[in-house]
């Protein structure tokens, strides 16, 4: 397939640089519900207006330019080596023209590899599909918001949550309340319940990928996370944490199965910049930029989280 | 909206409570958490002028160079919290009025904040862009081999720069109030 690191590369541009529709919008809905001349209302005007110019300027929304997570579907007849070749230099020129910030740093010896390239990074999950087109999805996610996120194993004494979706709702507010600011708030909060400490936190991460105003088919959930928007709002940490009305954008939950003797609860908090962005491209090499996201649906492949 | 012009006097930056909105004009330094760690271990003087009397922002931009000029061109505030362990000695030692940064800092920068006058001003987090059209010159990075440039130090000139004074030289802190009062709102949610 070619060209294929030329698409990547406007993948990251526009990733890096264009909030989605659906998050622009709550941010909007945010500015309208709090009081003028509070600072809430100027936070987010301020957010607002950095949505406009980092689109006009092609410059990142946030210098944070996050951990890159790729998504990718592809047909059986192309190498995974190949896609993840092309990811990497696309991952590099993206950082040479400064949609990128260079993001990877050794543990070890403390050094910024410079190329934002690094061990795993960026992280890239593939899929085989059965279709003949390739669809490249990326999320940036935000170190501030990654470190308040947070893992719970149930029961919780202090709180008084108990192996039960009640359990799970007082740990996610205990986290949003921890937050408080930190996580640059507004926040979309991704819920994973159940897993092990490894398959709950990817739980949490897919769940960031659903647009806000998405609805979700399990109706036990859908209720627990209108219960949960309403509830953390009315925690009025605010955005930026300066008090307010605008705490969250969206909660979002996934649920899937854990052994009797684990429960778990994964808390994925993303940041107001909650940025992703998805291309699909056809087997002569023509790419079509989706607006959202596309969903799980369209895929007839068992277990495809499109 | 209250302008602050770098440097600025102790008895100037006393009189700024919590709740103010500022703009600041002048010259800044960026620092994070290598850089911090940097400054209590090595005492570099260079720092000294960099900071007396100024601000020092908590900030990894990306940068740009372009025929030889040095462009931020996405600049928001990082985490300030990360620089408790370091920031009350730091004020202590270099004196700085001003931090920016996001999320606010704990009770021992803020009895140094009361004890040496100087201010915590909160940028918005992520706002990346239209700060950096605040930036209106770099002068030079320090220690950019060394540190890696989100780590490094930035010289930097700023004009009408905005945030909210989150953290004053009176020992208050919107962070506690904001904090206090979702306390009691979360333990009526979970009872
Ligand atoms: S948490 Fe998000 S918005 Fe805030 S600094 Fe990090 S990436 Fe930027």
């Given at each position: 397939?070619s060209?294929?690191k030329?698409?990547f590369?406007e993948?990251?541009?526009?990733?890096?640089?264009q909030?989605p529709p659906?998050?622009?919008?709550?941010?909007?809905a945010?500015y309208?519900?709090e009081?003028?001349g509070?600072?809430?209302?100027?936070?987010?005007?301020?957010?607002?207006?950095n949505?406009k110019?980092s689109?006009k300027?092609?410059t990142p929304?946030?210098?944070d330019?996050g951990?890159?997570?790729?998504?990718?579907?592809h047909?059986q007849?192309i190498?995974?080596c190949?896609?993840?070749q092309?990811i990497r230099e696309?991952t590099?020129?993206a950082?040479?023209r400064?949609y990128?910030r260079?993001?990877?740093?050794?543990?070890?010896t403390?050094?910024?590899t410079g190329?934002?390239l690094?061990?795993r990074?960026?992280?890239?999950?593939?899929?085989?599909?059965?279709?003949q087109?390739?669809r490249?999805?990326?999320?940036?996610k935000g170190?501030?918001?990654?470190?308040?996120?947070a893992?719970y194993?149930l029961p919780?004494a202090?709180?008084?949550a108990?192996?039960d979706l009640?359990?799970v709702r007082?740990?996610?507010?205990?986290?949003v309340?921890q937050?408080?600011?930190?996580?640059c708030?507004?926040?979309i909060?991704?819920?994973g319940i159940?897993?092990?400490?490894i398959t709950?936190m990817?739980?949490?991460k897919?769940?960031?990928w659903?647009?806000?105003?998405?609805?979700?088919?399990n109706?036990l959930?859908?209720k627990?996370?209108?219960r949960l928007?309403?509830?953390?709002n009315?925690?009025?940490?605010?955005p930026?944490?300066?008090?307010?009305?605008?705490?969250?954008?969206?909660?979002k939950?996934?649920?899937?199965h854990?052994?009797?003797?684990s429960?778990f609860?994964?808390?994925?908090?993303?940041c107001w910049?909650?940025?992703?962005a998805?291309?699909?491209i056809t087997?002569t090499?023509?790419p079509?930029?989706?607006?959202?996201v596309?969903?799980?649906?369209?895929?007839n492949?068992p277990?495809?989280k499109? | 909206?209250?302008k602050?012009?770098?440097p600025?006097?102790e008895?100037?930056?006393r009189?700024?409570r919590?709740?103010d909105d500022?703009?600041i004009f002048?010259e800044?330094?960026?620092?994070?958490?290598?850089?911090?760690?940097?400054?209590l271990?090595k005492w570099?003087r260079?720092?000294?002028?960099l900071?007396?009397?100024?601000a020092?922002?908590h900030?990894?931009p990306?940068?740009k160079e372009?025929?030889?000029?040095i462009?931020?061109?996405?600049a928001g505030?990082t985490?300030s919290i990360?620089?408790?362990?370091?920031?009350?000695e730091v004020i202590a030692?270099?004196?700085?009025?001003?931090i920016?940064?996001?999320g606010?800092?704990?009770p021992?920068?803020l009895?140094?904040?009361?004890e040496y006058?100087?201010?915590?001003v909160?940028?918005t987090?992520?706002?990346?862009?239209?700060?950096a059209?605040?930036?209106?010159?770099?002068?030079?990075?320090y220690?950019?081999k060394?540190l890696g440039?989100?780590?490094?130090?930035?010289k930097?000139e700023?004009r009408?720069?905005t945030?909210v004074?989150?953290?004053d030289s009176?020992?208050?802190?919107?962070h506690?109030i904001?904090e206090?009062?979702?306390?009691e709102?979360?333990y009526?949610?979970?009872?």
């Amino acid at each position: 397939m070619s060209n294929l690191k030329t698409h990547f590369v406007e993948l990251l541009r526009r990733a890096s640089t264009q909030l989605p529709p659906d998050v622009t919008a709550a941010l909007k809905a945010g500015y309208q519900r709090e009081p003028p001349g509070t600072a809430a209302q100027t936070a987010l005007a301020t957010i607002l207006k950095n949505i406009k110019l980092s689109r006009k300027n092609s410059t990142p929304l946030c210098q944070d330019t996050g951990t890159n997570i790729w998504h990718v579907y592809h047909p059986q007849n192309i190498c995974q080596c190949e896609l993840e070749q092309a990811i990497r230099e696309a991952t590099l020129e993206a950082r040479n023209r400064a949609y990128l910030r260079p993001n990877a740093v050794d543990p070890i010896t403390g050094l910024n590899t410079g190329t934002n390239l690094g061990i795993r990074f960026p992280v890239i999950s593939f899929y085989g599909w059965k279709k003949q087109s390739v669809r490249a999805s990326v999320m940036l996610k935000g170190g501030g918001c990654e470190n308040v996120s947070a893992q719970y194993a149930l029961p919780v004494a202090g709180l008084h949550a108990g192996r039960d979706l009640d359990g799970v709702r007082k740990v996610v507010l205990d986290a949003v309340f921890q937050a408080q600011g930190k996580g640059c708030a507004p926040g979309i909060v991704g819920v994973g319940i159940g897993g092990d400490r490894i398959t709950g936190m990817i739980e949490a991460k897919h769940q960031l990928w659903r647009p806000l105003e998405d609805k979700n088919p399990n109706a036990l959930l859908a209720k627990l996370e209108n219960r949960l928007y309403r509830e953390c709002n009315q925690l009025e940490i605010g955005p930026m944490g300066y008090g307010g009305k605008t705490t969250v954008l969206g909660v979002k939950a996934g649920s899937i199965h854990r052994v009797p003797a684990s429960y778990f609860v994964s808390i994925s908090y993303m940041c107001w910049a909650s940025r992703r962005a998805s291309v699909t491209i056809t087997p002569t090499g023509n790419p079509t930029f989706h607006k959202q996201v596309p969903s799980s649906q369209e895929c007839n492949t068992p277990n495809c989280k499109g | 909206m209250k302008k602050i012009q770098l440097p600025i006097s102790e008895t100037e930056i006393r009189k700024l409570r919590i709740g103010d909105d500022v703009a600041i004009f002048g010259e800044m330094v960026t620092a994070r958490d290598a850089a911090h760690k940097y400054m209590l271990e090595k005492w570099p003087r260079f720092v000294d002028d960099l900071i007396r009397d100024k601000a020092i922002y908590h900030c990894g931009p990306v940068i740009k160079e372009e025929n030889g000029e040095i462009i931020a061109v996405s600049a928001g505030p990082t985490t300030s919290i990360r620089e408790e362990p370091y920031e009350h000695e730091v004020i202590a030692h270099y004196r700085p009025r001003i931090i920016i940064g996001k999320g606010g800092m704990g009770p021992t920068t803020l009895q140094a904040m009361k004890e040496y006058g100087a201010v915590y001003v909160h940028a918005t987090g992520g706002a990346a862009s239209v700060i950096a059209k605040s930036i209106i010159y770099v002068h030079k990075g320090y220690k950019r081999k060394e540190l890696g440039d989100p780590e490094a130090f930035w010289k930097l000139e700023v004009r009408h720069f905005t945030g909210v004074v989150t953290m004053d030289s009176h020992g208050d802190s919107l962070h506690d109030i904001v904090e206090q009062r979702s306390k009691e709102k979360f333990y009526e949610l979970i009872s």
